[in-house]
C-alpha cells in the first residue's frame, strides 16, 4: 500500500479572514512496510496531513492516493469506509475515545461497524487487546476506571482490532511515563516487524524517531523540508542546527566521544556503541 | 462542526471592534426593539440599511453570516406552512379545494422571516465583533446598578465568560472525537436508527465525561488561586465611552424613535 501526496494543500476557515493554509503543496511519498516519523515543531500541518490519510480531512487542492484508493478534492467521495478499514487512525489523546461499559466491548466496537460478526469481532478485540498487553482481567473493567496509561493502549487496542495495514499514530506517547513510552515503542516495532504494518508516527520525542523509526519527514510551515534515512538524517547536522532540532542522546553522546578523537562512525544503537567502546555484544 | 458561525469571535481591527462593549450591547437592545416595531416595509428598509452598513464597516463578507441563517432554514419553512394553514385574510392568491393560501400568510411570514434575519444579523456581528471577555466586562457593568437589588451581576458575568471560553473548546473536543469514531468505522450521516443511536452515544459519552472533567479541573484551578465570587475586585481595564460609542448610541436611538414614527403616521 504505497502511499502518495500530489500537490497536496489544505486550508482552514477558508472563508474566514482568519484562513489559514496548514499545509501546502505536499509533495510526498510513504514507503510501504517501514516506519515513517514525521517531526516538526507544533503548527508545522503534521496533525493536518495525517487526517488526510483516511479521508477525515479532504484536500483544499492536489490528490493523495493510498493503493486504489484517490483522493482529492472532491466533496463525497466514495469508499471511505473501506479505506478507514485499512488505514487506522490513532488520535492524539486517544483515551478520551473510549466509552462502552466495558473494555473488551470498547475494542470490538470498531470491527463491529466494519461488519464482523459479534463473535468474531470480540475474538479480534481479545488479540489486539494481547498485542497491547492488556491480558484477561481487564476484558470486563470499565474503560473510565483503568490508568491513564492503560487507556491509550486500550484505545489503540479499538485501532488494531480492525486490522488496518497502515497504522497512523499521533503522538502516541504524549503524556505516557517512561516505561510507558518505552512499551509504546515496542509495539510499534513488533508491529511493523511481526505483522508488517505500515507504521506513520507523529511525534515530538526524536528519541523515539531514532529508536524507531526506518525513515524521517520533516514538515515546517506545512511544507516538507525533507524526507530521508532516519539514521542520516540525524547525521547531518547542519540540518538539525539549521532546523533547531535537539539530536538524541545517543548521537550526542557519539558526539561528545568523537570530539575526544574517537572512531565512531556507522554506529546507530547503543549496542553497537558499546561494542564499538569494547564492551561485549549483547 | 467548522461552519458553526454564531458566537465566535473574528479577530479583526475595524472600527466595530474599537466601540465600547457597553455601547454595543446597548445599540443592539435599542435595535432589537426596533426590529419589533410594526413600522412596514419602509421600517425594514431602513433597519436593513443601517445593519448592512454596520457589516460593511465590520469587514465580514455576507456569506459568513448568511451561514448563520442556514438552521433556521427548517424552522421558516415550518413557520410557512404553519401561518398558510392558519391565516385566512387578506386577498385569495392561490386555491386548489382545500388548499386556499392568503396574502396575508405570505406576508406575515415574510414579516417574521425578516425579523429573525435582521435579529440574528445583529446578534452575530456583536459576536463576531466583540471579545468575549470585553462582551462579558460590559454585560458586568450593565447590570451593576441592580447589584442593589440582589442581582448577582459579577457571578453572572463569570458563568457567561466562562460558558463563551469554553464554546470553543467543547466544538474542538467534539471534532476530536467524531475523527476518533469515524476512523473506528462510525459513521455520522448515514445508518439505519440503530447505527445512528450507537454512533450518538460513542461521541456523547466520551463528552461528558471530558467535559465534566474539565469542570472539576477548572474549578480546582480558579480555587486554587483563591476565587471567592463575591470578593471585592479591582480591574486591570476600565471602560470609559468616546465620542464613538455616543455616535453609536444616538444612532440607534434615532432609527428607534425613526421606526416609532413611521409605525404611528403611516
Known amino acids: 500500500m504505497a502511499i502518495k501526496f500530489e500537490k497536496l494543500s489544505y486550508i482552514y476557515s477558508p472563508d474566514m479572514p482568519y484562513a489559514t493554509k496548514a499545509i501546502s503543496d505536499i509533495d510526498l511519498e510513504i514507503s510501504e512496510g517501514k516506519i515513517t516519523a514525521i517531526i516538526g515543531k507544533t503548527g508545522s500541518g503534521k496533525s493536518t496531513l495525517i487526517q488526510h490519510l483516511n479521508a477525515l480531512l479532504l484536500p483544499s487542492s492536489g490528490t493523495l492516493t493510498i493503493a486504489d484508493f484517490t483522493i482529492t478534492s472532491d466533496k463525497k467521495p466514495k469508499g471511505l469506509k473501506a479505506l478507514r478499514r485499512k488505514v487506522g487512525l490513532v488520535f492524539q489523546f486517544s483515551e478520551y475515545q473510549l466509552f462502552e461499559e466495558t473494555i473488551l466491548k470498547d475494542v470490538a466496537f470498531g470491527p463491529k461497524n466494519f461488519g464482523f460478526s459479534e463473535e468474531e469481532a470480540i475474538a479480534r478485540a481479545k488479540e489486539a487487546l494481547g498485542l497491547v498487553g492488556l491480558d484477561e482481567s481487564y476484558y470486563e473493567r470499565s474503560p473510565l476506571d483503568i490508568s491513564g496509561g492503560q487507556k491509550r493502549r486500550a484505545a489503540i487496542a479499538g485501532i488494531l482490532a480492525i486490522d488496518p495495514d497502515i497504522i497512523v499514530l499521533d503522538e502516541p506517547t504524549a503524556g505516557l511515563d517512561p516505561r510507558g513510552t518505552k512499551e509504546m515503542i515496542a509495539l510499534f516495532s513488533a508491529l511493523n516487524k511481526k505483522l508488517h504494518k505500515t507504521i506513520i508516527l507523529v511525534t515530538h520525542d526524536n528519541e523515539i524517531v531514532y529508536e524507531s523509526a526506518d525513515e524521517v519527514v520533516l514538515l515546517e510551515d506545512g511544507k516538507v523540508v525533507c524526507k530521508q534515512d532516519a539514521h542520516s538524517f540525524f547525521e547531518d547536522r547542519a540540518l538539525l542546527k539549521s532546523h533547531a532540532i535537539i539530536e538524541p542522546k545517543i548521537v550526542k553522546l557519539k558526539d561528545l566521544l568523537m570530539d575526544k578523537g574517537l572512531k565512531l562512525d556507522n554506529i546507530y544503537s547503543i549496542q553497537d556503541l558499546a561494542v564499538a567502546l569494547g564492551g561485549n555484544h549483547e | ?266
Open chain 2, 1 to 266: 462542526m467548522n461552519n458553526i458561525v454564531f458566537g465566535k469571535y473574528i479577530p479583526l481591527d475595524t472600527p466595530i471592534h474599537r466601540l465600547d462593549p457597553r455601547a454595543k450591547i446597548l445599540a443592539m437592545l435599542v435595535m432589537l426593539v426596533a426590529i419589533f416595531i410594526p413600522a412596514g416595509w419602509t421600517g425594514y428598509v431602513v433597519l436593513a440599511l443601517a445593519i448592512s452598513f454596520v457589516v460593511k464597516v465590520s469587514k465580514i463578507k455576507f456569506k459568513v453570516i448568511i451561514r448563520a441563517f442556514r438552521p433556521l432554514i427548517f424552522m421558516m419553512c415550518f413557520l410557512l406552512v404553519v401561518n398558510i394553514l392558519s391565516v385566512k385574510q387578506g386577498q385569495l392568491l392561490v386555491d386548489i379545494g382545500f388548499v386556499k393560501i392568503y396574502a396575508d400568510a405570505i406576508f406575515n411570514t415574510l414579516y417574521i422571516i425578516i425579523r429573525l434575519f435582521l435579529m440574528i444579523m445583529l446578534t452575530t456581528i456583536l459576536t463576531m465583533m466583540t471579545k468575549p471577555l470585553d462582551l462579558t466586562l460590559g454585560i458586568e457593568y450593565l447590570l451593576g446598578p441592580f447589584k442593589r437589588i440582589g442581582v448577582p451581576a459579577h457571578e453572572i458575568a463569570m458563568m457567561i465568560s466562562i460558558a463563551l471560553r469554553f464554546i470553543p473548546t467543547i466544538i474542538e473536543e467534539t471534532i476530536r472525537i467524531m475523527n476518533s469514531q469515524k476512523s473506528r468505522g462510525v459513521d455520522f450521516e448515514e445508518g439505519k436508527l440503530k447505527e445512528k443511536i450507537t454512533a450518538v452515544v460513542s461521541l456523547v459519552v466520551p463528552l461528558f465525561s471530558v467535559s465534566l472533567q474539565r469542570a472539576d479541573e477548572l474549578a480546582n484551578a480558579m480555587e486554587a488561586r483563591g476565587y471567592v465570587p463575591d470578593a471585592q475586585r479591582t480591574r486591570y481595564r476600565r471602560l470609559h465611552y468616546v465620542r464613538r460609542d455616543y455616535i453609536l448610541l444616538v444612532g440607534a436611538i434615532l432609527i428607534l424613535l425613526a421606526m416609532i414614527a413611521l409605525a404611528l403616521f403611516l
